[in-house]
């Protein structure tokens, strides 16, 4: 499968615990980016890697999140002291930028996190 | 700021009906539009795009979209349904060309199709 790859798919988790998920994006993508999904809501966009910077970060993102990507490859996503507003779907795209124009997101099947 | 509308939250139609799910964006400058599926508990799927070009767009599966520039729509259509379809759909828009350009998504429409 030459796809974007995501673990776990699923992690029930007690308030207050750090979670971590990994992304693993198509193999020749230099970008990649993490969403946040809710319930009822369409996703939205938390940060994005080109290589290994992190050039953007959203609002949504608190200092509870943290996002790497060390070697330009895969790439983690911890929530340190997680609360139940945290419950959501944490999709990953990758994408291969090749200077101006569209650079198509490729999404992951995400990570639906629920927090007891 | 670009923003996306979807309107109809749900829309039940029984297979083999044509359907037509709804999208309005809001931008500023020249944007590239999409529709994707997403299947229950998967992520998401890309449907169609508009770039540029003829305002007509097919994608996989049978959906087209029509890009309408004065009304600022973006409506995905398919003439008969399949119990298959039964989905969320998400509309989003784009904006810019090169550097990071950020997409927005709609709240999406939940297709029911009945048997």
């Known amino acids: 499968d030459t796809g974007v790859s995501q673990d776990p798919r699923h992690k029930i988790t007690k308030r207050g615990q750090n979670v971590t998920f990994r992304c693993d994006p198509i193999s020749e993508h230099n970008r990649l980016y993490w969403y946040r999904q809710t319930l009822g809501q369409g996703p939205e966009f938390l940060t994005y890697?080109?290589?290994?910077?992190?050039?953007?970060k959203s609002r949504l993102l608190s200092d509870r999140f943290s996002a790497e990507r060390p070697k330009g490859s895969f790439s983690t996503l911890e929530i340190q002291r997680t609360e139940q507003g945290d419950s959501a779907m944490y999709l990953c795209?990758?994408?291969?930028?090749?200077?101006?124009?569209?650079?198509?997101?490729?999404f992951g099947p995400g990570t639906r996190l629920t927090v007891l | 700021a670009q923003s996306v509308t979807q309107l109809d939250s749900q829309v039940p139609v029984f297979e083999e009906a044509p359907v037509e799910l709804r999208c309005n964006y809001s931008s500023s400058v020249s944007v590239y539009l999409f529709w994707y599926v997403q299947y229950p508990n998967q992520g998401l799927q890309l449907l169609l795009k508009?770039?540029?070009?003829?305002?007509l767009v097919k994608g996989i599966n049978g959906f087209e979209a029509e890009f309408n520039k004065s009304q600022t729509s973006f409506h995905l259509r398919k003439p008969s349904v399949h119990i298959s379809d039964t989905a969320e759909y998400f509309c989003?828009?784009?904006?810019?060309?090169?550097?990071?350009?950020?997409?927005?998504f709609g709240t999406g429409t939940k297709l029911q199709v009945i048997p």
């Open positions: 890697f080109q290589n290994e910077a992190q050039l953007e």
């Open positions: 508009y770039l540029s070009g003829s305002t």
């Open positions: 989003a828009v784009s904006e810019g060309s090169g550097g990071y350009q950020k997409v927005t």
């Open positions: 795209a990758s994408s291969l930028e090749r200077g101006r124009g569209l650079h198509e997101q490729f």
